[in-house]
T-cell receptor
C-alpha cells in the first residue's frame, strides 16, 4: 500500500513555463511534507518543505501548495529552467514521532525543453 | 566536511553471494536509514536506526540485515543476494532532537548494485 502517491511519473515543460507535480497522502498523522530534488548520479537533496499549519510556502521560484482537507500537496516551479531538469520526490512523515520514518512518493522525472 | 559516505559506488554480485554496503556519517546524526531506489517505485525505506544499538524495519526489509554499533556507521548486509535486489541503494541521516525531530535528510551518493 503506497502511503504517498505522486503524479505524474514524467513531465516535459518548455523553458519559462510552470511545472506542477502533485502528491496525495492517506495517513492523517503526517505533519511534515518535504520535497527532494535528485540529479543523475547523485543522492536526493532537500528542496523545500511545508508543515500543515500553512497553505503555501514559497522559496524563490519553488512553491508548495498544501490542502489539508483533501490530503494533497503540490510543487510548483515557476519560470522553469533547463537546470531544473531532475527527478523530484515528495515525502511525508510524522514530525515528532520518536521512531519517525520519512515515506517517499514514486518520483517525477522533469525535463525542461530549451 | 564529508557528510554521508557510501562505499562501494558500484558492485556486481552473483546470485547467492553476500556483501555489505557501507555507510558512514561525520555529522553526529542519531538517525540513519537505508533506502532503495527502483524505476517507478521511488525511494523505499529498508531499515532505519534512531541511535546506536537501535534498529527497526522499514517498508521492504526482507533479505537485508543491519546493525548500529556506533553513531557514525550503519552497514547494510545482503546475506544471499537475489536478482530482485538489483537497485540503487542510498544511505541517509539526520539529526534527532526534540525541537527539530524530523528535518532535512542528508543522503549519500548511492551504491549501484547488480545481482546476476
Amino acid at each position: 500500500q503506497q502511503q504517498v502517491k505522486q503524479s505524474p511519473q514524467s513531465l516535459i515543460v518548455q523553458k519559462g513555463g510552470i511545472s506542477i507535480i502533485n502528491c496525495a497522502y492517506e495517513n492523517t498523522a503526517f505533519d511534515y511534507f518535504p520535497w527532494y530534488q535528485q540529479f543523475p548520479g547523485k543522492g536526493p537533496a532537500l528542496l523545500i518543505a511545508i508543515r500543515p499549519d500553512v497553505s503555501e510556502k514559497k522559496e524563490g521560484r519553488f512553491t508548495i501548495s498544501f490542502n489539508k482537507s483533501a490530503k494533497q500537496f503540490s510543487l510548483h516551479i515557476m519560470d522553469s529552467q533547463p537546470g531544473d531538469s531532475a527527478t523530484y520526490f515528495c515525502a511525508a512523515s510524522e514530525r515528532y514521532s520518536s521512531a519517525s520514518k520519512i515515506i517517499f512518493g514514486s518520483g517525477t522525472r522533469l525535463s525542461i525543453r530549451p | 566536511n564529508a557528510g554521508v559516505t557510501q562505499t562501494p559506488k558500484f558492485q556486481v554480485l552473483k546470485t547467492g553471494q553476500s556483501m555489505t554496503l557501507q555507510c558512514a556519517q561525520d555529522m553526529n546524526h542519531e538517525y540513519m536509514s537505508w533506502y532503495r531506489q527502483d524505476p517507478g517505485m521511488g525511494l523505499r525505506l529498508i531499515h532505519y536506526s534512531v541511535g546506536a544499538g537501535i534498529t527497526d524495519q522499514g517498508e521492504v526489509p526482507n533479505g537485508y540485515n543491519v546493525s548500529r554499533s556506533t553513531t557514525e556507521d550503519f552497514p547494510l548486509r545482503l546475506l544471499s543476494a537475489a536478482p530482485s535486489q538489483t537497485s540503487v541503494y542510498f544511505c541517509a541521516s539526520r539529526p534527532r532532537t526534540a525541537a527539530v525531530a524530523n528535518e532535512k535528510l542528508f543522503f549519500g551518493s548511492g551504491t549501484q548494485l547488480s545481482v546476476l
